[in-house]
């Protein structure tokens, strides 16, 4: 899953989303778990 497929999925009753790569691929891991969560605020980072 992606930064651009997250709400998607979220919106289609994913409550479990698995970001990996984009995540480790990311230019700045941490502004991408932030956009992340800033999608859904009650996203938990394990």
Not at 15 to 35: E, H, M, T, Y
């Amino acid at each position: 899953m992606t930064t651009q497929n997250a709400e998607a999925l979220l919106g289609a009753g994913a409550d479990v989303l698995v970001a990996g790569s984009s995540v480790f691929k990311a230019s700045d891991p941490a502004a991408a778990i932030r956009q992340l969560k800033k999608m859904n605020p009650y996203t938990q980072t394990v």
